[in-house]
């Protein structure tokens, strides 16, 4: 009997040890389990943040003339008068596509969810697309204003005017790539001596119309980058008849400034449309070379150039500073908004002596 009892003992003590034991067991278990899942989401920080940084390095100039000509001759086709904006129409386009990471404005997962400023970037570039593009369907490829719009022009400019931040159902990359895929069509049927529907008119009004547009994206964005410091807006409150002789009219005042978490975005898409612009120009000045030498105005499109790719030097500040006009820290929006001023001044100016017969 007695043995009975000292054998169960032993048999409680071992199972209260054992029980003990499979808590450790368990407690150091799950204390592993949370460190691993830690890890695993240190792990996926680090490489979004990795990733984040370097899909936030914008595209480099790339040469115009070099590029047209090189796709000319892989695709066969034969370079004619249009050709080069087109091809680097093209080429702007798929860069919003193909860069790394992507067309990132659209994305619903990090890091393209945390970013702004390259989604600002694509959005600059997007704009001058839209521009030419429009401008190829309703001036470059008519002879006049009765005349019909080409087929595949009129596909492509809807398609890059797509909502630029569509995820699924369509996906807006999927819209813009239909859009590059019209302007090849056209421009494959460009190149093509056979065919005769395809036409480029490197006219002086037209491109006069389409500057038009530039000088109007320009004088916006130099107006906002200067907001970044605040600026004053007047606006009259009466009207010049209604003005007393040898008094002066009332004038509102109201002060301008970019809200503090936007300046870094329109900062941005400044450069995407700099950027853009700058590439664009070069084609223009390959394809309406005789319209600009006879009007003395390649110096003029050389200068916008010029201004536009001095822009795109490197930011070396890890944010884009906002100091006032005249202190101790830079302020990079004024300094940007200097060269958009130039070049917009230089716009002005071509498109003059455009217009001069």
Known sequence: MLDWKNRTGKGEARERVDSKGTA?????????????????????????????????????????????????????HKMVVGYTTVETLKTVAGTLLHKPGGYISNDRFPPG?????MPSWEYGVLVQVRDLSRALRKDFARSQSQSAE???????????????????????????QEGINALSRYQTRLSDPNQS???????????????????????????RLSASVGRVKL??????????????????????????MQIDNVFYEARGQAWALSHLLRAIEVDFADVLAKKNATVSVRQIIRELEASQEPVWSPMILNGSGFGILANHSLVMANYIS??????????QLLSQG
Not at 239 to 260: L, R, S, Y
Request: glycine share 6%; proline share 5%.
């Open 24 to 76: 450790t067991r368990g407690y150091l278990g799950g204390v592993l389990a949370s460190r691993a899942v830690l890890a695993v989401i240190g792990l996926y920080l680090v490489v979004t943040i990795l990733l984040g940084w370097y899909w936030s390095e914008e595209p480099s100039l790339f040469p115009v003339q070099q590029n047209a000509q090189a796709a000319a001759e892989h695709e066969g």
């Open 113 to 117: 969810l945390w970013m702004d400023n």
């Open 150 to 176: 080409d087929a595949d022009l009129a596909k492509a400019e809807p398609k890059f005017n797509f909502d630029n931040k569509s995820w699924i159902l369509p996906s807006s990359e999927s819209e813009f």
């Open 197 to 223: 529907g395809a036409l480029f008119y490197a006219r002086a009004d037209n491109l006069n119309n389409w500057l038009g547009d530039v000088a109007t994206r320009l004088g916006s964005l130099s107006q």
């Open 235 to 260: 606006n009259s409150t009466l009207k010049t008849e209604t003005v007393a002789p040898g008094q002066a009219p009332q004038v509102d005042e109201e002060i301008v400034e970019t809200p503090w």
């Open 342 to 351: 130039r070049a917009n001044a230089a716009v002005i100016d071509l498109r």
